[in-house]
């Protein structure tokens, strides 16, 4: 048997590693506990190879535990030995099959170590970004995370408001206009103290002249509603509210100043990574996305293929076949990027109405297969990903095509997804019924549809559902058939 020497290192985040060694034949040759120091590693690189044949290199197994694996992947890496970071959800299920009522350090190191000996297929090694794609992510992350605060503030911002002015004139987003008159008027006495006039000065001024005199009426209208609602009751602080509301601006307004400056050195690592722009290619992946894709993806050619980056994306059903029963419709596993499918699902919304390939694939699971928005979303945002693969994989951009394979421009696309596969409106309103339960699919038949272009598109043709009530019908159809 070739020798070979696991570590199954059990990190700790604000307390040292465990870390316990193995042999090739599941016999353990040592246990050690570290810190991320390169002393400490390199004890145990020298505990662990402990009379190991000269040129015997390590295989470190950890789980993704905060930032602490980093340190771990950095300098063993750079030693020449293999790092696996694996899953903490298979860990844990090894873990309660050879330790059911027990739980340590050390035998979750023990477990990390046997991974490799029981699924050595499953692991996959570490790959450390260069320069440029290390700063690429980093930026992606810190832009997301920027992003989601300010829509936390955006949100307080609204609840507040309602709690002061319960007829709010917030409906829809946030202007610029609305948050200066918050930031010195969200007070509703102090509203109408303000007056009209001064209050359309400040409106047109923040809105540069798009809004005025009706916007100020609005907020005019909203504290009158709110002083005779309240009567001065004191359970209603006004002072106090208003207090937090320019406090709450305030923070929006320091994150988005902050996700500026991000955007921006987010924008010049990707143009390093990516100068051709080969992510923003694809249908739907604008601005935003490119990065994000580009940062997740890293190296192309580290999956196997595009049907191994779309399970890395958790956008695949779970399997559930036994016997002669395959069960279809399983829910998605979600593994991977929460930050990643994401994107992908926002960006297959856009990408349905710009490629005419996977508009057919949304129409098909709209109209004849009975899926609702979000999981017609979800067909399309796993093709999109197998896309996205193929096209960084490959190195040229993305080119629409028509569902019969013949390149088209986007306005020609654009034409064909008008045509032949828009979601009529009667299908979408019973897909989103749900007080009548889930609806039924349609009955489809089959046809030949020839465009103004003279191409031939095979449609499906949707025929009446037929309720209970509806036998005799029913009864002719089956006699034609």
């Not at 060694?21 to 506990?33: K, N, P, S």
């Not at 004890?43 to 390590?58: D, K, S, V």
């Not at 609204?158 to 008159?181: I, N």
Request: glycine share 8%; aromatic share 4%; proline share 5%.
């Amino acid at each position: 048997m070739d020798e070979r020497r696991i570590v199954g290192l059990d990190l700790g985040i604000a307390s040292a590693h465990t870390a316990v060694v193995l042999r090739a034949d599941g016999t353990e040759a040592c246990r050690r506990r570290c810190s991320p120091t390169v002393e400490s590693f390199t004890e145990l690189e020298a505990a662990a190879l402990e009379g190991a044949p000269e040129g015997t290199r390590l295989e470190i197994v950890v789980e993704p535990t905060g930032p602490a694996w980093l340190p771990v992947a950095v300098h063993f890496g750079r030693r020449g030995h293999s790092v696996y970071r694996v899953p903490s959800a298979k860990a844990a299920d090894l873990r309660r099959f050879l330790s059911r009522h027990a739980k340590s350090n050390s035998i979750d190191a023990a477990t990390l170590a046997r991974l490799a000996l029981v699924d050595p297929g499953g692991l996959r090694p570490v790959e450390l970004p260069g320069a440029d794609r290390a700063s690429l992510d980093r930026r992606v992350r810190a832009a997301d995370r920027l992003t989601r605060q300010g829509a936390k503030h955006k949100g307080r911002i609204k609840d507040l408001v309602r709690t002061l002015m319960p007829m709010s004139p917030l409906t829809g987003e946030l202007g610029r206009a609305d948050l200066v008159v918050l930031e010195r008027y969200a007070d509703p006495k102090a509203l109408l103290r303000a007056g009209k006039a001064r209050l359309t000065a400040l409106i047109a001024q923040a809105s540069t002249n798009h809004l005025g005199a009706e916007r100020a009426e609005q907020w005019l209208a909203a504290a009158r509603a709110s002083v005779r609602l309240y009567g001065g009751d004191q359970a209603v602080g006004f002072a106090d509210l208003a207090a937090e509301v320019a406090t709450e601006i305030r923070l929006l307004r320091a994150v988005e100043a902050e996700l500026a400056l991000h955007a921006r050195a987010r924008e010049q690592a990707y143009q390093r990574v990516d100068p051709e722009q080969l992510a923003r290619s694809l249908p739907g992946i604008a601005e935003v996305g490119g990065p994000v894709l580009q940062a997740a993806v890293g190296r192309a050619h580290r999956f196997g293929g595009g049907s191994q980056f779309k399970s890395f994306t958790g956008l695949t059903p779970k399997a559930s076949e036994t016997g002669e029963t395959d069960r279809k419709g399983q829910p998605m596993s979600k593994a991977g990027s929460s930050l990643l499918r994401t994107q992908l699902l926002r960006s297959a919304d856009t990408a349905r109405t710009i490629d005419p390939q996977l508009a057919q694939i949304y129409y098909t699971q709209m109209v004849e297969r009975g899926a609702n928005h979000l999981k017609a979303l979800c067909v399309v945002a796993s093709h999109l990903a197998e896309r996205a693969w193929a096209v960084l994989a490959r190195g040229t951009p993305y080119e629409l095509r028509d569902t019969d394979g013949r390149p088209v421009s986007r306005p020609e696309a654009k034409a064909i997804i008008a045509e032949c596969w828009t979601v009529p409106e009667e299908v979408r309103r019973r897909r989103r019924s749900k007080k009548a339960g889930k609806a039924p699919h349609q009955v489809l038949m089959g046809h030949v549809q020839v465009s103004a272009r003279g191409a031939t598109t095979r449609r499906p043709s949707p025929l009446p559902i037929l309720g209970n009530g509806d036998a005799t019908v029913k009864k002719e159809m089956a006699s034609s058939t």
